[in-house]
């Protein structure tokens, strides 16, 4: 600190030694200090959710340009009116994970030839259907696979593209062999029960999850 000029040098001595006199709260021996350390913000910054969706966009407008390519204008029909880029994100891996509905946009646009569309922000949906997975619960229960119904956390259905979803099963089960096999089970059984009424909108999956998040087991519906 830069003190005025004008001042006595005698009136500074006399406040320096005031000052060592008055005691430093908390400085005595043996007191313990504050870990400054600890007070650092520890969070990790939120991810940006819509250079995510812009990612996974132009992954799936680029597979789609791609099997246009391929297959002509004959893959369009496939790709959007039977939902084959919807079933192609499953198997994208961690390109289309962070949005799987941004994916898909970025493939139905790519295959049909449409201009780029970047999202401005995140395209995947997801709403929690309690009363959907008790009335599957309940169908469960007449069968069986009635032991299966207590692995069931959540039902959610997962919103891609306009009224297209998926509907994922979350599970206590681990990715050990015998849990894969159940898991596969459980998507059968719900594939049988769901019988093509697919409501407003189509679902075009049913995605079984572990306890991780991990994907076990995936059906068509």
């Not at 006595?8 to 000052?19: D, E, F, G, N, S």
């Not at 006199?21 to 940006?48: F, H, L, V």
């Not at 819509?50 to 004959?74: E, H, I, L």
């Not at 309690?130 to 207590?150: H, Q, V």
Request: hydrophobic letters at 30%; a neutral charge; glycine letters at 10%.
């Amino acid at each position: 600190m830069h003190l005025p000029r004008h001042r006595p040098r005698l009136a500074i001595a006399a406040t320096m030694l005031a000052v060592l006199a008055i005691p430093a709260c908390g400085s005595e021996p043996g007191s313990p200090q504050p870990d400054k350390s600890s007070q650092r913000p520890t969070q990790a910054p939120a991810k940006d959710k819509k250079k995510d969706a812009q990612d996974a966009y132009t992954a799936g407008y680029n597979r789609g340009r791609a099997v246009r390519d391929a297959g002509g204008k004959g893959s369009s029909v496939r790709e959007v009116v039977w939902g084959g880029c919807t079933r192609r994100a499953l198997s994208a891996g961690q390109e289309a994970e962070a949005d799987r509905g941004a994916w898909v946009s970025g493939c139905l646009d790519g295959v049909s030839e449409n201009a780029k569309h970047l999202p401005s922000g995140q395209v995947t949906k997801h709403s929690n259907n309690k009363d959907l997975l008790e009335r599957f619960k309940a169908r469960l229960s007449g069968t069986d696979n009635r032991p299966t119904t207590g692995h069931v956390d959540r039902l959610t259905l997962v919103e891609l593209h306009h009224s297209d979803y998926d509907i994922e099963l979350t599970t206590d089960y681990s990715s050990t062999g015998d849990d894969r096999s159940a898991a596969t089970g459980l998507a059968q059984s719900f594939a049988k029960w769901w019988e093509g009424d697919d409501g407003d909108g189509t679902a075009w999956n049913v995605v079984v999850r572990g306890a991780d998040g991990e994907k076990l087991a995936v059906r068509n519906l």
